[in-house]
């Protein structure tokens, strides 16, 4: 039990709880212009075949429980002349990106990335930007494995959520690996993309019960604003599993086991862990901070 005890204090020390909150709040406002971005460049490519580009869609939406299908139906493409479009489409990702930023920032608060060493803006947007691609491609291949998973037989489902749990196990990774400032080696972030695409695939095949009761206990009191309440849970609990993934790396690598369950810090792995926090301040060349037991 060392080793979950040890990830859940990490998770406390870094105000895990406070960074899935703001991650969530960050994905809601940039959900809808990646949508538009997804509806405008699937209308360009696949004009002819609407059915598909409602499909895609959809399978896009299938990644958020009940209230995806309120969503879907308030999605529209751009138009407009080339240049329009490429204008539009630019500040979609644009504001699209700042999801990316966040889950950035909070991967190196996790991983106690020293101020001085965080990629600098335009290198962590361009970064972001690309992992969006990975990001939209994986929803859209798992929203449409659990879309055959649940209208075909055991046989094929079986095998289609395997394979939607693998597409969330490689966006996860992806993510680790890409979006730190120190871009860590695939062999230290791989258990955490494990842990945290199966929890992401738990989330989605429990998805409907979640959010239905959190609409069903809010909708009383808030109305129209239980389908805001519910999706905004449903990413925060997402986000919560991706940085447990992320936290599970760093305890597993850097061996930050046992904490003790109650300060003042007493082991190697409680010193560690302080003074590593500690060096996360580090903003200009020269800083020194250490942690000391006394």
Same mark, same amino acid.
């Given at each position: ?16 709880? /406070? ?64 240049? =329009? ?14 999801? !990316? ?42 929203? =449409?494995?659990? !879309?055959?998973?649940? =209208?075909?037989? /055991? ?18 990774? @992806? ?5 730190? /400032?120190?871009?860590? *080696? ?18 989605? =095949? ?5 959010? @239905? ?24 609990? @997402? ?24 300060? *003042? *810090? ?6 560690? /862990? ?10 200009? *060349? ?9």
């Amino acid at each position: 039990m060392a080793f979950p005890v040890a990830v859940t204090r990490k998770f406390g020390d870094d105000r895990g709880s /406070s960074l899935a909150a703001l991650i969530s709040y960050y994905t809601f406002f940039s959900l809808f212009p990646l949508l538009v971005v997804l509806a405008t460049v699937t209308g360009f490519f696949i004009r002819d075949r609407p059915d598909r580009q409602a499909a895609l869609i959809h399978s896009a939406l299938a990644q958020f429980p009940v209230v995806g299908a309120n969503i879907e139906g308030n999605v529209h493409a751009l138009n407009g002349n080339l240049l =329009t479009l490429a204008l539009g489409i630019a500040g979609c990702l644009w504001a699209g990106a700042a999801v !990316s930023d966040a889950l950035r920032t909070a991967l190196d608060d996790i991983r106690d990335v020293p101020r001085r060493h965080r990629a600098p803006l335009w290198r962590g947007r361009m970064l972001g930007l690309t992992w969006l691609l990975v990001f939209l491609t994986g929803v859209i291949g798992s929203g =449409t494995l659990l !879309s055959i998973a649940s =209208t075909h037989g /055991s046989a094929l489902r079986s095998g289609a959520l395997i394979l939607a749990v693998v597409i969330d196990v490689v966006v996860v990774a @992806t993510a680790f690996h890409l979006l730190p /400032s120190d871009r860590p *080696p695939w062999r230290e972030i791989l258990a955490g993309a494990i842990l945290a695409g199966l929890l992401w695939a738990v989330l989605q =095949t429990a998805g409907s019960w979640i959010v @239905t009761r959190q609409i069903q206990g809010a909708s009383d009191v808030y109305g129209f604003f239980a389908l805001v309440i519910g999706l905004l849970s449903w990413v925060y609990l @997402t986000a919560e599993a991706i940085l447990i993934g992320a936290e599970t790396n760093v305890v597993l690598h850097r061996r930050l086991w046992p904490r003790s369950l109650a300060p *003042p *810090p007493t082991t190697r792995a409680d010193l560690i /862990s302080v003074d590593e926090h500690a060096g996360e301040e580090h903003a200009l *060349p020269g800083d020194r901070l250490d942690a000391e037991a006394r």
